[in-house]
């Protein structure tokens, strides 16, 4: 049973370029959280995602962030026109839709490097 | 969901017990307490939660007061290996929406 998987594990764009980063949940997971961490700081909460539906995107810069979890295939965090101050650990976690007394599962995360 | 208290950092030596403090004073009556750690560059784990009694499981033991405004996460027999942030969380754990948000956290350094 494959845990929750992210990739690419590293990602280096040029200022302006848009980055994708994928997440695909554990199996039987519906609940997808995205979390970004700046170097040498906290997991910040981005945005929290059913399937085809944005529950909770407070935590997701107003401008050039979007994220999308479909019906088939993976989450997708996309950030557009990426600047150096995007550059940070990505990660995605996964939780089940009905048991909510285990916590979350988290991917290995992607590293978003801005040139 | 309530805030958390945690010290900035630990040592302990390897072998011994790690017994990592948390001050969570308003927590609500429906709110349960989460551990998690995040060694170096890796990804969140999940260690353990609970509601009011002590819990333990193959990694660690969850203490909670009786008052639950604190808990103690124990890890018996720290090894090199469990060197990492550890986080503790407050949230709802039944019906609706459960965000997580995390602190700072406890750095626990390991010492030989």
């Known amino acids: 049973n494959a845990g929750v998987m992210q990739n690419p594990r590293h990602l280096v764009r040029r200022r302006g370029q848009e980055a994708r980063l994928r997440c695909s949940p554990m199996?039987?997971?519906?609940?997808v959280y995205w979390y970004r961490q700046l170097p040498e700081e906290g997991l910040k909460f981005m945005v929290y995602l059913q399937k085809e539906n944005i529950i909770d995107e407070s935590g997701m810069p107003k401008e050039r962030f979007s994220a999308e979890f479909p019906k088939e295939g993976p989450s997708i965090l996309r950030i557009q026109q990426v600047v150096r101050g995007d550059s940070a650990a990505y990660f995605c976690?996964?939780?089940?839709?009905?048991?909510?007394?285990?916590?979350?599962?988290f991917g290995s995360g992607t590293r978003l490097t801005v040139v | 969901d309530a805030k958390t208290t945690q010290p900035p950092s630990m040592d302990c030596a390897e072998g011994r017990a790690a017994n990592l403090p948390c001050n969570h004073s308003t927590i609500s009556g429906n709110e349960y307490v989460y551990w998690y750690r995040q060694i170096h560059s890796q990804g969140p784990q999940y260690i353990i939660h609970?509601?009011?009694n002590n819990e333990t499981n193959e990694m660690a033991s969850l203490i909670i007061t009786e008052d639950r405004k604190s808990s103690t996460l124990i890890l018996p027999h720290a090894t090199l290996r469990d060197t990492a942030v550890y986080y503790c969380?407050?949230?709802?754990?039944?019906?609706?929406?459960?965000?997580?948000?995390f602190g700072t956290g406890t750095k626990l350094q390991v010492i030989p």
């Open positions: 609970g509601l009011k």
């Open positions: 976690a996964s939780s089940p839709q009905a048991d909510r007394n285990y916590g979350y599962t």
């Open positions: 199996k039987g997971h519906s609940h």
């Open positions: 969380i407050v949230r709802v754990a039944t019906g609706g929406y459960q965000k997580v948000t």
